[in-house]
């Protein structure tokens, strides 16, 4: 069982915007700012597209966004593109040097 | 550019250990810590502990004696070593980079794939 918790898939429609929650606890989402996003296409290197809640890399589209409220992180994708269609994983620091993440939500491209 | 190359797929039996390495090129070796995490099938990420600029290193505490990480600082590489396998360690492996104090892994290797199976 993760630290953090995502919902296990998310679709949408080309042009659509979705969002992708993650929710942790006060020890690790509620208490730091060091939360990440991660995308992976299977077969590829994972890549950070948020990190500090809201800041992007870069070379990453803006079309990714990110947020927090209390223990809960989101990833924001707008102006959806077939490209998008991959597994998406938060992160959070934790207390003691350690890292939690999330069970990745796979997002589909309708 | 900078790159994060792992060794190949592992199969190993109940008990045994297994030696997971992480070539790094294209930045200085020496400047970031390195992360190791996994992903077992059908579960989530787990992190596993890190192997500080310094060469020091922090394990997480379900890997606490079991997992040894060192360096090579002569060729680039990162080692995990992980011992006592039973199939729940049947899992993906990733190294992945972070610049010291930055909290996010900027980049990751491509993934080793550790079967533990009689």
């Known amino acids: 069982q993760s630290a953090l918790a995502q919902p296990a898939s998310v679709s949408g429609s080309p042009g659509q915007s979705i969002t992708v929650s993650c929710t942790g606890s006060s020890s690790d989402v509620g208490s730091h700012t060091s939360v990440s996003w991660y995308q992976h296409h299977p077969g590829q290197a994972p890549k950070v597209i948020i990190y500090d809640v809201s800041n992007r890399p870069s070379g990453v589209s803006a079309r990714f966004s990110g947020s927090k409220s209390g223990n809960t992180a989101s990833l924001t994708i707008s102006g959806l593109q077939a490209e998008d269609e991959a597994d998406y994983y938060c992160?959070?620091?934790?207390?003691?040097?350690?890292?939690?993440f999330g069970p990745g939500t796979k997002v589909t491209v309708l | 550019q900078v790159q994060l190359v792992q060794s190949g797929a592992e199969v190993k039996n109940p008990g045994a250990s297994v030696k997971v390495s992480c070539k790094a090129s294209?930045?200085?070796?020496?400047?970031?810590?390195m992360h190791w995490v996994r992903q077992a099938p059908g579960q989530g990420r787990e992190w596993m502990g890190i192997v500080y600029s310094s060469g020091n290193s922090n394990s997480a505490p379900n890997f606490r004696g079991r997992v040894t990480m060192t360096r090579d600082t002569s060729t680039s590489t990162v080692y995990m070593e992980l011992s006592s396998l039973t199939s729940e360690d049947t899992a993906e492996y990733f190294c992945?980079?972070?610049?010291?104090?930055?909290?996010?892994?900027?980049?990751w290797g491509q993934g080793t794939l550790v079967t533990v199976s009689s």
């Open positions: 294209g930045y200085t070796f020496t400047s970031y810590h």
């Open positions: 992945a980079r972070e610049l010291g104090g930055a909290g996010y892994f900027d980049f």
């Open positions: 992160s959070s620091y934790a207390s003691s040097s350690t890292y939690v």
